[in-house]
Nanobody, 119 residues
Framework: QVQLVEAGGGLVQPGGSLRLSCVAS????????IGWFRQAPGKEREGVSC???SVNYSVKGRFTISRDNAKNTVSLQMDSLQPEDTAVYYC?????????????????WGQGTQVTVSS
């Protein structure tokens, strides 16, 4: 059974950092594309980062995605956080092992972790 579990969210001051993790079970994420998405209040869910065997990108220069195959985990390092980064952050896996642009491109989703950036 495929399962994704996010962790690492919380409350952080503007300018601070958080590192989110996405732990996979039931499959080996090395052979999937893994994306990070976020959904802020009143906004659509948007993609922020993705990693696959061929690409590694983030739409924000302050964010960095990485993979630890030994731990079957993908992480998102977020630096210089601002209030507009406040959202629920989700990881998602795609069986077709190429990064996709849309939420509908992905097959499996975690339950999300809340990130709040506030003074």
């Amino acid at each position: 059974q495929v399962q994704l579990v996010e962790a690492g969210g919380g409350l952080v001051q503007p300018g601070g950092s958080l590192r989110l993790s996405c732990v996979a079970s039931g499959f080996t994420l090395e052979y999937y594309a893994i994306g990070w998405f976020r959904q802020a209040p009143g906004k659509e869910r948007e993609g922020v980062s993705c990693i696959s065997s061929s690409v590694n990108y983030s739409v924000k220069g302050r964010f960095t995605i990485s993979r630890d195959n030994a731990k079957n985990t993908v992480s998102l390092q977020m630096d210089s956080l601002q209030p507009e980064d406040t959202a629920v952050y989700y990881c998602a896996a795609r069986e077709t092992p190429f990064c996709g642009r849309w939420t509908t491109d992905y097959d499996y989703w975690g339950q999300g972790t809340q990130v709040t950036v506030s003074s």
